[in-house]
């Protein structure tokens, strides 16, 4: 069709005048339309192009005909027409259409500036062309008078072939006219159904997406959307006022955003579409949701928010606190929020994970990789279910550790008690049955002391790295094998200690067999062994006794004097089970009792003997003096000095300190002359009172008593 020559006749004031139309890469002809005139398009073969197309270019009309890319004819002022101007055709049968939209739903005049309509001759004929087209040039005739309304409206269907032609009668040269016809009623488009709005969409904020009927947004301007009928125009209304307006594309849908934000709370939006004559549609269903754009409050980490970081993992669990360690990589985290709001956890910044706070406000989340070893910074973010977050929460620091202190070792066992003390040999024996461990570690770290497998307690390793525990209940008597284990402040345990084993031993010896068997004296002229209640001028005796037999033991010699109750000193028992002690220091004068303890190897000891007591005297007595010399045999009478008496065994009278022993030598004469040897009384003994008493063994001639002055 393209390749034909097209005029363009206009009927204006009862003429038709053709014009020519412009060939293919031509410029427009453009010609002005005048109110009251028609236009119809035809070929040099008297037929109209069958298809063209309508664009609305402001107020003017473009027609592109068939194979071209450019309009060639531009009908200016078109849309500026108080009525619709017609454009027609006389099709290959002869017979008179009007260019219609070859979609259903368009309308040549109601179309939007800028969109384009295909356009073909079609609907009912008006009947045969050439007796329309007679008057070409030499006067007019009034068929686009009487056709032209219903050629817009369709409404020449309704009258129908046999009307047209009735209508279209002619006297002489001038073409038929039809009468005045009143067009039918339009009615309004329908009332949008449930996809006249298809919906609402956010895009704004983190969730985004379709808005369900009913929900709510934290977009105040979403972008609402639906379908419609091509070109018509549907305008939006929130509770009632308008929103906006937009025009339904070729493809029957619509998009349109709101250019204000609409306010938080509950939205009613209904939608109207209007047909090109501006009949508008009753309102749809309303499409409601909710605007929501309230941050929820910043979590915190006082129970208000996370309550909690639990460690379930290891020796150590529970809580951990602000700032401290766990070995636990996957602990979990819990709090409290608003139900259906969502917990986003993150790590140094990156998520990490999130949860839905359920409908008691409680949450709980476990990380579902494992946490890296080192410094961890929790935070979270509070988002309600339309996308509305809170401010991040503090920082809540804490480190994960899972790596195992070194073996440790321990220091040593401290005996504190009895009169054997301090370390505790490895292997030893001990009457101390709480004595002080004692070890070095990493500063923080905690020592747990076990006992053959059974902890006894624990310790913390002070700042200088040292450590001490006692036990608080007493270790029970006999072998003992304590490990320690290290464990830092995340929970992780080294391996045991190498272990370190002693024995307790509390049961004292048996002192049944001990006792003290003698004392022994070596100084003065009265030596030998000292009975217990007897007297000794020497104060370093020689204390000797018996014990149970236990080789090694100790005994402990004690001594009550004067001057206190002492220990004399110690003496190991042999393998017979006796034992000796020389005294070092000597005994206080007067009366010494002794007795001794058997202490075993662990320092346990028997109770005291029964006393051993003797009497010390290391001072010269007062010197004795002899008074008389009784001669009680024939005639009784004190002897003179010198005087030769017949009583073999004279009495000799004298006095001496009271309670020493007094020994009397005589010299006896030998062929009436004396000896020079020293004869000893064989009676020793000891005076109470000052009287002194003694009967000569045999005659003898008294000269002087040694030690002794003869009165």
Avoid: C
């Avoid at 236009?39 to 008297?46: A, E, T």
């Avoid at 309308?107 to 309509?117: E, F």
């Avoid at 329309?132 to 006067?139: F, H, K, R």
């Avoid at 000597?586 to 320092?603: M, Q």
Wanted: glycine share 14%; proline share 8%.
């Amino acid at each position: 069709m393209a390749s034909k020559k097209t005029k363009v006749v206009v009927n204006s004031n009862g003429k038709n005048i053709d014009h020519a139309v412009a060939a293919a890469g031509q410029a427009p002809l453009k010609i002005k339309v005048q109110k009251g005139a028609k236009y119809l398009l035809k070929g040099d073969d008297g037929f109209a192009p069958e298809n063209v197309t309508l664009t609305r270019v402001g107020a003017d009309l473009h027609v592109t005909l068939e194979g071209e890319t450019s309009p060639s004819l531009v009908l200016e002022g078109y849309y500026a027409q108080s009525e619709p101007v017609g454009l027609y055709g006389v099709a290959e049968d002869g017979q008179l259409y009007a260019y219609t939209p070859t979609d259903a739903s368009s309308d040549i005049y109601a179309l939007a500036d800028g969109r384009s309509t295909p356009a073909a001759l079609g609907g009912d004929s008006y009947g045969p062309g050439a007796s329309y087209l007679a008057g070409t040039e030499a006067g007019g005739n009034d068929f686009f008078g009487g056709m032209l309304p219903l050629l817009l409206t369709g409404g020449l269907a309704a009258l129908g072939i046999g009307a047209i032609a009735a209508a279209s009668g002619s006297d002489g040269d001038s073409a038929p006219s039809l009468p005045p016809v009143v067009p039918p009623t339009v009615q309004p488009p329908g009332k949008p159904g449930f996809d006249g709005i298809g919906g609402a969409r956010d895009d704004v904020g983190p969730i985004t997406g379709d808005i369900e009927r009913g929900g709510k947004t934290d977009d105040t301007r979403p972008e609402f959307h639906g379908k419609g009928t091509p070109g018509h125009t549907v305008t939006l209304y929130d509770n009632g006022v308008l929103v906006g307006k937009v025009v339904v594309d070729p493809n029957g849908e619509w998009t349109l955003t709101p250019s204000k934000d609409l306010g938080d709370g509950k939205h009613s939006i209904t939608i109207t579409e209007s047909d090109a004559g501006g009949r508008e549609s009753v309102p749809s269903d309303p499409f409601e949701f909710g605007v929501d754009t309230t941050p929820p409050a910043k979590p915190g980490w006082n129970g208000e928010g996370p309550g909690a970081v639990i460690d379930d993992v290891g020796t150590i669990i529970g809580s951990v606190p602000p700032g401290g360690a766990t070995d636990d990589p996957r602990p979990e985290f819990n709090g409290k929020g608003t139900p259906g709001d969502t917990i986003i956890v993150k790590d140094n910044g990156t998520e990490i994970g999130r949860v839905e706070v359920n409908d008691d406000g409680k949450w709980t989340f476990t990380p579902p990789k494992d946490l890296i070893e080192g410094d961890h910074s929790i935070t979270i973010v509070e988002r309600d279910p339309v996308g509305n977050e809170s401010k991040p929460s503090d920082p809540f620091e804490f480190e994960v550790d899972t790596i195992a202190p070194n073996q440790p070792q321990l220091g040593g066992a401290i005996d504190n008690m009895g009169d054997i003390q301090g370390e505790i040999a490895p292997g030893g024996i001990t009457d101390d049955r709480q004595p002080q461990f004692h070890g070095q570690g990493t500063p923080g770290d905690t020592i747990v002391l076990k006992d053959g497998g059974t902890v006894i307690g624990t310790a913390d390793i002070g700042e200088d790295g040292n450590w001490t525990f006692t036990p608080s209940t007493d270790l029970g008597e006999g072998k003992h094998t304590i490990t320690i284990i290290e464990r830092d402040p995340a929970g992780n345990q080294s391996k045991p200690s190498d272990p370190f084993e002693f024995n307790i031993d509390v049961t004292p010896p048996d002192a049944s067999k001990l006792a003290i068997s003698g004392v022994a004296d070596d100084v003065g002229a009265v030596q030998g062994n000292v009975a217990s209640g007897a007297t000794t001028d020497d104060a370093r005796p020689l204390i000797s006794g018996t014990s149970t037999g236990t080789a090694g033991h100790t005994v402990v010699v004690m001594v009550k004097n004067s001057t206190g109750t002492h220990v004399l000193g110690e003496a190991v028992i042999g393998e017979g089970g006796t034992w000796t002690l020389q005294v070092g220091t000597p005994l206080a004068a007067g009366l010494n009792e002794f007795t001794v303890i058997e202490r075993d190897t662990a320092g346990n000891e028997t109770m005291p003997t029964a006393p051993y007591s003797i009497n010390v005297d290391t001072g010269r007595p007062e010197v004795p003096v002899i008074q008389n010399v009784k001669d009680d045999v024939g005639v009784v009478h004190m002897l003179q000095k010198g005087e030769v008496t017949d009583d073999a065994r004279p009495t000799i009278i004298g006095t001496a300190q009271a309670g020493k022993r007094t020994l009397l030598d005589v010299l006896t004469a030998e062929n009436d002359h004396y000896s020079n040897q020293a004869a000893q009384v064989t009676t020793r003994f000891d005076a109470e009172a000052a009287d002194l008493r003694m009967r000569a063994d045999s005659a003898m001639l008294l000269d002087w008593l040694r030690g002794a002055k003869v009165l």
